[in-house]
């Protein structure tokens, strides 16, 4: 059986490493280190210590994780052969050490070799001390070529570790910009505890890369942010934010909302997102969504001092939501096409909802609905099971239908059957909009900013002429109406 200690060389000074370290290193059979460029390699020459290093490997590979892939694979080869190999790295073992991880990883449960992992100090302990920064208060230690998937907090001490160079400290600078803006002050720490190669700077965000002395030690460490006005903020700040404006010295109108009080509001808020995407408006846009996104946080936090729910279980339910509905990307199931896959998303839907006949899952679309949109949704359900016209002309054919009988009613004195006839136009109307695959809402939107376009010339050319148009008649009007229709089918064709 092949025995491999894994040892720590310490965050940098020969004073720092511990004698345990060293004994392992003198009375190894082979001594391997991940890298010679380390403040302490000078020392271990010194002391006659014979080793090799893995640099070699560096050089080869085209991306980090393949080097920390070939150096545990030879590590293990190496320790398959010789009885006593020690493999030391920077720092602490267990300390941003990939290959260390990769090694406990591959070696577990092993019985052909023996592995032991000596403590030592890391850097952390020394930037630590350095910044006089108690870790107790909160100190997230992050790679720097992980902050894609590890994101800092902004409420606690954050280490960003790795930055190896300035094309790493450029990609690091633009990821945390996001989190903290521009302008926001870090420290950047360079081989923290050395004596006479420590160097610790603070300076704004955005220029840590500009600096032309990081190396393979280089660390920035940035603080919490504790400031009420921020550069920028994110979802926990928007949340104590609502909180603070509901609670007892808040906001008065905040305050007074409930569930029913906010209602317009959202729907309100959800329409003018939407004209921000009709309009092709991306700065408004971002401005639609937050206000879409402060009624969700509103909601919740009101149901939070219910104590029914608060937005953390909003998030929670909607991702499980999400894995569930997606059995074809977060599961073994394989779906082709997006057909196939709002199929099986409607049928995942009717269990969860436990929607035990086709008329239940027509009432189960919200009659809270604009009732265009509801109008077409139920119709689309009920086509599934095939109650449907077979083409459009017959679609066409029952618009006539029930045009008719409205106009057996309309001038008549039931108001209901004024209503029910009105009502089966419409919806007669929407189901022609369905087969041809038109928005029902859509369209009668554009048709009636058309009318305000139109309306809007014949007020413009009633006051060109000197007139108002509360004295023009009707006839005048409509004159104008069909000027501005010929106006804007010009406009139309030149384009």
């Known amino acids: 059986m092949g025995n491999l200690a894994i040892v720590g060389l310490g965050p940098g000074a020969f004073d720092q490493m511990t004698i345990g370290t060293i004994e392992k290193m003198k009375n190894a059979d082979k001594l391997y280190l991940r890298t010679e460029k380390h403040p302490v390699v000078k020392y271990l020459k010194e002391m006659g210590l014979k080793f090799e290093t893995f640099d070699k490997i560096y050089e080869k590979g085209s991306t980090f994780e393949e080097v920390y892939d070939n150096i545990t694979r030879e590590i293990i080869e190496i320790a398959e052969k010789y009885d006593n190999v020690v493999y030391a790295v920077p720092g602490n073992p267990f300390v941003a050490e990939k290959t260390v991880e990769y090694l ?16 030592a100090m890391s850097f952390v302990d020394v930037v630590i001390n350095q910044l006089k920064v108690d870790p107790i208060y909160g100190f997230k230690i992050i790679d720097g070529l992980s902050l894609d998937s590890i994101k800092p907090d902004k ?28 302008d926001f002050l870090v420290t950047v720490i360079k081989r923290a505890g050395i004596k006479g190669e420590e160097r610790i700077e603070t300076m704004p965000l955005y220029s840590i890369d500009r600096i032309d002395w990081i190396d393979y030690l280089t660390s920035v460490f940035l603080p919490p942010v504790k400031n009420t006005f921020q550069e920028r903020y994110d979802i926990y700040d928007l949340l104590d934010i609502m909180a603070r404006l509901r609670s007892e ?59 029914a729910f608060n937005f953390h279980d909003v998030c929670d339910a909607e991702c499980k939501k999400m894995v569930y509905r997606h059995p074809h990307v977060f599961g073994s199931e394989e779906i082709a096409s997006s057909d196939d896959v709002l199929k099986r998303w409607d049928e995942i839907k009717k269990d969860e909802k436990g929607l035990k006949s086709h008329t239940s899952e027509l009432k189960s679309v919200p009659r809270s609905m604009p009732a265009l949109i509801r109008g077409y949704k139920v119709q689309e359900k009920a086509a599934k099971v095939g109650f449907d016209w077979d083409n459009v002309d017959d679609a066409m054919a029952k618009v006539y239908e029930e045009l008719n009988e409205f ?84 406009k139309k064709v030149q384009k």
């Open 155 to 182: 409420r606690c001490n954050n280490l960003v570790t790795q930055v190896y160079n300035r094309r790493v400290a450029s990609d690091v600078k633009l990821k945390l910009m996001d989190i903290y803006g521009d």
């Open 104 to 119: 406990l990883k591959f070696l577990d449960g092993s019985d052909d070799i023996k592995v032991e992992v000596v403590p």
């Open 249 to 307: 010295n808040g906001c008065p109108w905040d305050r007074e909302q409930d569930h029913n009080t906010l209602k317009r509001y959202l729907i309100e808020e959800c329409y003018e997102a939407i004209d921000a995407i009709e309009n092709n408006s991306d700065e408004n846009l971002l401005e639609e969504l937050g206000d879409v996104l402060l009624q969700v946080v509103f909601h919740s936090q009101i149901a939070n001092e219910r104590k």
């Open 407 to 490: 106009k057996e009613v309309y001038k008549g004195e039931d108001e209901n059957d004024k209503i029910e006839e009105l009502g089966d136009l419409i919806f007669a109307i929407v189901n022609v909009a369905r087969f041809l695959k038109i928005d029902p809402e859509v369209a009668v939107h554009k048709t009636i900013e058309k009318f305000i376009d139109r309306f809007k010339y014949i007020e413009d050319s009633a006051e060109k002429l000197g007139q108002k148009m509360e004295d023009m008649t009707l006839s005048e009007m409509d004159f104008l109406w069909n000027e501005a229709k010929m106006y804007n089918f010009n």
